[in-house]
């Protein structure tokens, strides 16, 4: 009974490739955000969450580099 009455459902979903683009560049994640937010907003939201995570992982290593003596020979 679980059958799917709208086809176009499962097109709504951000491809692996353009999930790990956003991930690795965040800004690349925002333009497809806002080339995908009126006519597939559920891909549009996971490619801002990837580049949102992707720029908290940065800050965290960037964080860590510092902290271990790799920011700039201070």
Do not use: H, R, W
Not at 29 to 56: H, N, R, W
Request: aromatic share 10%; net charge neutral.
């Amino acid at each position: 009974m679980s059958e799917n009455l709208n086809p176009n459902e499962n097109k709504d979903e951000l491809g692996i490739g353009l999930k790990i683009l956003s991930f690795c560049i965040p800004l690349a994640g925002g333009i497809i955000y806002f080339m995908k937010k009126k006519d597939e907003p559920k891909s549009a939201q996971t490619a801002c969450y990837a580049a949102l995570i992707g720029v908290g992982v940065g800050i965290v290593f960037q964080v860590v580099a510092y902290l271990m003596g790799a920011g700039g020979g201070y």
